[in-house]
């Protein structure tokens, strides 16, 4: 053996190691510790009770149902606003094109924690989008974002979607660079609009980036903590929390119970697998 398939080798072996020892040892152990119970680290095996717990936690259907409702409102919203902006930024004829693609992609790269306190201070009782609206007469007294159930979903999808639109944009932009411009010069020549160019060649030349990032931002969703925490706190009441609040409470706010948060945890995987099927046959593939 030559020393050039010795060192391919070893790069591959520390590399596999670190996966398995990083991240399906974690994977499995979770998997482990969501059949047992406890207090702390003084966990028993308990078998599925602590699935069979899920369905009678009014916390976790509350969750969950707050998480659905974010996952419902707040990916197509994005997934259509993403797509408009990058068709528009691909036009040739639009000026300082550079400026405004890092503008709409620079929120991605912005601290989670920072944006969630800018957002919690704008969206007050007193921030400025209730002056803004006040002052051009758009309401009558301020909005409660924060402290009202219906607001404050509301004030989180805006936040979800001002982060990452701009990140599904960039997909769906370096996609639309690809297509062959003279499919479009075809159309053109035989009488298609720009809305039929649109519907007939776009969307379907985008497909699978469509299906790639409407996967991805639902796992992101399913997995939403940080604005939830940080701007709302999972209130007003538990209004709205998300499941991985509920598994951050379980864990280290409430009586520490890992094996229940593990469980918890593997419904949100429960989740993501449901959801990506669907998507998956909803995108029409036959693998899925």
Same mark, same amino acid.
């Given at each position: 053996?030559?020393?050039?398939?010795?060192?391919?080798?070893?790069?591959?072996?520390?590399?596999?190691?670190?996966?398995?020892? &990083?991240?399906?040892? +974690?994977?499995?152990?979770?998997?482990?510790?969501?059949?047992?119970?406890?207090? /702390?680290?003084?966990?028993?095996?308990?078998?599925?009770?602590?699935?069979?717990?899920?369905? *009678?936690?009014?916390?976790?259907?509350?969750?969950?149902?707050?998480?659905?409702?974010?996952?419902? @409102?707040?990916? +197509?919203?994005?997934?259509?606003?993403?797509?408009?902006?990058?068709?528009?930024?691909?036009?040739?004829?639009? *000026?300082?094109?550079?400026? &405004?693609?890092?503008? @709409?992609?620079?929120?991605?790269?912005?601290?989670?924690?920072?944006?969630?306190? @800018?957002?919690?201070?704008?969206?007050?009782?007193?921030?400025?989008?209730?002056?803004?609206?006040?002052?051009?007469? &758009?309401?009558?007294? +301020?909005?409660?974002?924060?402290?009202?159930?219906?607001?404050? *979903?509301?004030?989180?999808?805006?936040?979800?979607?001002?982060?990452?639109?701009?990140?599904?944009?960039? &997909?769906?932009?370096?996609?639309?660079?690809?297509?062959?411009?003279?499919?479009?010069?075809?159309?053109?020549?035989? /009488?298609?609009?720009?809305?039929?160019?649109?519907? *007939?060649?776009?969307?379907?030349?985008?497909?699978?980036?469509?299906?790639?990032?409407?996967?991805?931002?639902?796992?992101?969703?399913?997995?939403?903590?940080?604005?939830?925490?940080?701007?709302?706190?999972?209130?007003?009441?538990?209004?709205?929390?998300?499941?991985?609040?509920?598994?951050?409470?379980?864990?280290?706010?409430?009586? +520490?119970?890992? /094996?229940?948060?593990?469980?918890?945890?593997?419904?949100?995987?429960?989740?993501?697998?449901?959801?990506?099927?669907?998507?998956?046959?909803?995108?029409?593939?036959?693998?899925?």
């Amino acid at each position: 053996m030559n020393a050039n398939v010795i060192i391919g080798w070893s790069f591959i072996t520390i590399a596999t190691i670190m996966i398995c020892l &990083f991240y399906f040892y +974690p994977m499995i152990q979770a998997l482990i510790m969501s059949f047992q119970s406890g207090t /702390g680290t003084n966990l028993t095996f308990t078998g599925l009770d602590n699935y069979a717990r899920l369905f *009678k936690d009014p916390t976790f259907i509350t969750a969950v149902k707050n998480t659905v409702i974010y996952l419902m @409102i707040q990916v +197509p919203v994005m997934i259509l606003l993403a797509l408009f902006l990058s068709v528009l930024l691909n036009d040739k004829r639009l *000026k300082f094109k550079g400026f &405004f693609r890092t503008a @709409i992609f620079l929120p991605c790269v912005t601290s989670l924690v920072a944006y969630s306190v @800018i957002f919690k201070y704008l969206f007050g009782t007193d921030g400025i989008v209730n002056m803004m609206l006040m002052k051009f007469a &758009f309401i009558a007294e +301020p909005v409660q974002w924060l402290t009202d159930p219906f607001w404050a *979903k509301m004030t989180i999808v805006i936040a979800i979607t001002w982060r990452w639109t701009g990140y599904n944009m960039i &997909f769906y932009l370096s996609s639309l660079q690809n297509i062959d411009h003279s499919i479009y010069e075809a159309a053109k020549i035989d /009488g298609a609009s720009a809305f039929q160019q649109f519907f *007939k060649i776009t969307i379907p030349m985008l497909k699978p980036i469509i299906l790639f990032t409407s996967i991805t931002s639902t796992i992101g969703t399913l997995q939403l903590f940080d604005e939830v925490m940080n701007i709302t706190k999972g209130g007003p009441g538990n209004s709205t929390m998300t499941i991985s609040q509920y598994i951050y409470n379980l864990s280290f706010k409430y009586t +520490p119970d890992f /094996g229940y948060a593990a469980t918890v945890s593997y419904a949100i995987v429960i989740m993501i697998v449901i959801f990506s099927i669907i998507q998956f046959k909803v995108a029409g593939d036959k693998n899925a």
